[in-house]
């Protein structure tokens, strides 16, 4: 964690966000500004300080107080604002968090630094998570003045060429597995499933954009031509082969993790394509006599897919810009963790009165992971509620079985 968030003894953050305006944030989609720069260093801030450890933000002008607390409404539902798109990932990640966030005007510190290469770089996430925050802005708060604004200010993207092929590849591999060609609308709308978490739909996003600096973007940057090959299987490197055919420590091992596991409760493991890895939210299980859609069965596919390629990634980063290798073990143990966090994740949404419309019902976690759970003849039938027992799905060691 920077050391611009302390966490105190009695677990509350203090965040001073001047000390965080010597980063440069790598994904800001906005116009450089101060405000801009309070605002990166807020998110940056928010996603480093666990969401049950109370916070006080200490800023340097009174801006972040009026735009979260004073005027939250205004600014929430302004598209116009230069910073809307910031705004809207610090709110979600406001409500997302269950202890308290208080705003203070603090004292500026001011800055020292005296050329470009003091600045540091980091990564931000500013996609805002579905869960805690709604698209575009209220109706009753807009005006004429500000929807003919908006139009005017609409601009059409083209498509890349990159995205076009990767979601007819999907439509394709999930048509061979499933036996239907989902829309392109369909896609996209799969792609923010609340079964695959935030960060993963992000990634899965980017995958379908093709975003990632792998392979051939790296062929017109001189001096860096070597970092278009993989370092391990010397091949071209594309995300298909990391996903499916990389010989590093992680491919193999996860996916036959995955099948392992699938096949303690059901049969045939379906062949991964990279499409049908895109289109992973995509699956349609039926019962034996095709009447039925059995929704556990895919939401647990959709869920061992999406995690599984998320920590592929993360470990070809890990290999490939860290120089870290990781053993089998500890590729199991990773993969393992993983799992469990999304277990828990389901448990905690089964709570209608937290959560509402976004709770998950218990019939449905109870039918996603029934199953593959460690001692799970000695759990309640409803065992959502059950702590500590469950986080075992796989044991940690070498040996095969529910534990
Ligand atoms: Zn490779």
């Given at each position: 964690m920077s050391a611009a968030v302390s966490v105190e003894k009695d677990l509350s953050a203090t965040i001073l966000?001047?000390?965080?305006?010597h980063l440069s944030f790598l994904d800001l989609d906005v116009e450089p500004s101060f405000h801009a720069a309070l605002l990166g260093g807020l998110l940056y801030a928010l996603q480093n300080v666990p969401h049950s450890v109370p916070a006080t933000v200490l800023c340097p002008a009174a801006y972040l107080g009026s735009v979260f607390v004073t005027n939250r409404s205004a600014y929430e539902n302004n598209?116009?604002?230069?910073?809307f798109p910031i705004i809207k990932s610090i709110i979600a990640h406001l409500q997302e968090r269950s202890a308290t966030t208080r705003f203070k005007v603090g004292k500026f510190n001011g800055l020292h630094i005296?050329?470009?290469?003091?600045y540091l770089s980091v990564s931000l996430d500013?996609?805002?998570?579905l869960m805690f925050t709604s698209p575009?802005?209220?109706?009753?708060?807009?005006?004429q003045r500000l929807f003919t604004k908006m139009i005017v200010t609409l601009k059409r993207h083209s498509s890349r060429k990159s995205t076009i092929s990767n979601l007819d590849r999907t439509r394709h591999c999930v048509n061979d597995e499933f036996d239907f060609y989902p829309s392109d609308k369909t896609i996209w709308k799969s792609l923010r499933s609340?079964?695959?978490?935030r960060l993963t739909r992000n990634f899965l996003w980017k995958c379908m954009h093709e975003?990632?600096?792998?392979?051939?973007?790296?062929?017109?940057v001189p001096d860096l031509r070597?970092?278009?090959?993989?370092?391990?299987?010397?091949v071209p490197e594309t995300m298909e082969h990391i996903a499916l055919?990389?010989?590093?420590?992680g491919q193999k091992r996860i996916w036959s993790l995955c099948e392992r596991i699938w096949n303690l409760r059901f049969r045939q493991w379906p062949k991964l394509h990279w499409g049908l890895i895109l289109g992973c939210a995509l699956p349609r299980f039926r019962s034996t006599r095709g009447t039925r859609r059995l929704r556990g069965k895919e939401r647990f596919f959709t869920i061992l897919v999406s995690i599984s390629i998320h920590l592929l990634w993360k470990l070809r980063n890990e290999r490939v810009l860290e120089g870290k290798s990781v053993t089998n073990i500890e590729v199991e143990n990773r993969w393992l963790s993983a799992i469990n966090s999304a277990l828990r994740r389901d448990q905690i949404l089964t709570n209608k009165a937290r959560f509402g419309s976004l709770s998950k019902s218990k019939q449905m976690v109870l039918e996603t992971w029934?199953?593959?759970?460690?001692n799970e003849d000695a759990l309640?039938?409803?065992?959502?509620?059950?702590?500590?027992?469950?986080?075992?799905?796989?044991?940690?060691?070498?040996r095969i079985g529910v534990g």
């Open positions: 966000l001047d000390d965080y305006l598209p116009l604002d230069p910073n005296t050329n470009s290469s003091d500013t996609q805002p998570d575009g802005i209220l109706l009753n708060t807009g005006s609340t079964d695959i978490s975003t990632f600096h792998v392979g051939t973007f790296w062929d017109n070597h970092l278009a090959y993989c370092p391990t299987c010397a055919e990389c010989d590093a420590p029934s199953g593959v759970l460690q309640p039938d409803d065992w959502t509620r059950s702590k500590g027992g469950l986080v075992g799905i796989w044991p940690t060691t070498r």
